[in-house]
């Protein structure tokens, strides 16, 4: 829901994200995310159901460095790592799937 903040990482890759808007009606999300002295980030998210068992993901990052460093990792970044930062993020949610699917809103 709307408002949620929540962390991932540690130390400089320490990440605070808040869920900005939610519209699960039209599968829609957009989060704010701040890697501090790093990068602030907009990450929107909609899907559009392709079948019972298969979905169109659309993901647009925006990012902003906040520091030379950050600079340096968006440039990083632009030069393919991302993608494979990505990549992890698919292989992170597959693991947590069940927890996530079990969990309750609050």
């Known amino acids: 829901m709307s ?3 929540f962390t991932t990482g540690e130390d400089d890759a ?4 808040t ?3 939610w519209d699960p009606v039209h599968h829609y999300a957009r989060y704010a995310r701040t890697t501090p002295a790093l990068r602030a ?3 929107e998210i909609r899907c559009q159901s ?3 068992s298969r979905s169109q993901v659309e993901v647009i990052y925006t990012l ?3 520091s030379p460093d950050g600079s ?4 990083e970044w632009e030069a393919g790592s991302f993608m494979t930062m990505i990549d992890g993020w698919a292989e992170a949610i597959a693991i947590r799937l069940p927890q ?3 969990a309750s809103a609050r």
């Not at 320490?14 to 994200?17: A, E, G, L, V």
């Not at 340096?72 to 440039?75: A, E, P, R």
Request: glycine share 8%; proline share 0%.
């Open 3 to 5: 408002g949620m903040v």
């Open 100 to 102: 996530l699917q079990a």
């Open 41 to 43: 980030t907009t990450v």
């Open 64 to 66: 902003t460095a906040l």
């Open 14 to 17: 320490f990440t605070i994200w």
């Open 50 to 52: 392709l079948g019972a």
């Open 19 to 21: 869920l900005v808007d």
């Open 72 to 75: 340096k990792l968006i440039k």
